[in-house]
Nanobody, 125 residues
Framework: QVQLVESGGGLVQAGGSLRLSCAAS????????MGWFRQPPGKEREFVAG????????KYADSVKGRFTISRDNAKNTVYLQMNTLKPEDTAVYYC??????????????????WGQGTQVTVSS
């Protein structure tokens, strides 16, 4: 497993932007598919975006397509989530997650076996 630490959360007005970062420990970061999930208040954790080991393949939840962009820098052991045109319904704790795979990113929470501690994103109306 890999250790993950998120940063970049905060309070933003609707229509604004935030960029989340997730730093990973270890020298095998490029072996991992990376994903972002979120858990709104009182709701279950849900998939937001995923990216393959090389970054050539990405996947997004329908609710964030066209607004959020996932990317990674394997030289810096970091994955990012650029969030634009934020809406109040994007308010949630955002989690970074990882699993080893050769294939395209999964949207299934059960596939991911390493998780960060989460970072709060609050979007005010």
């Amino acid at each position: 497993q890999v250790q993950l630490v998120e940063s970049g959360g905060g309070l933003v007005q609707a229509g604004g932007s935030l960029r989340l970062s997730c730093a990973a420990s270890g020298r095998t970061f490029s072996s991992y598919v990376m994903g972002w999930f979120r858990q709104p208040p009182g709701k279950e954790r849900e998939f937001v975006a995923g990216i393959s080991r090389s970054g050539s393949s990405t996947k997004y939840a329908d609710s964030v397509k066209g607004r959020f962009t996932i990317s990674r820098d394997n030289a810096k052991n970091t994955v990012y989530l650029q969030m634009n045109t934020l809406k109040p319904e994007d308010t949630a704790v955002y989690y970074c997650a990882a699993y080893r795979s050769l294939f395209s990113p999964s949207s299934s929470l059960q596939e991911y076996d390493s998780w960060g501690q989460g970072t709060q994103v609050t979007v005010s109306s």
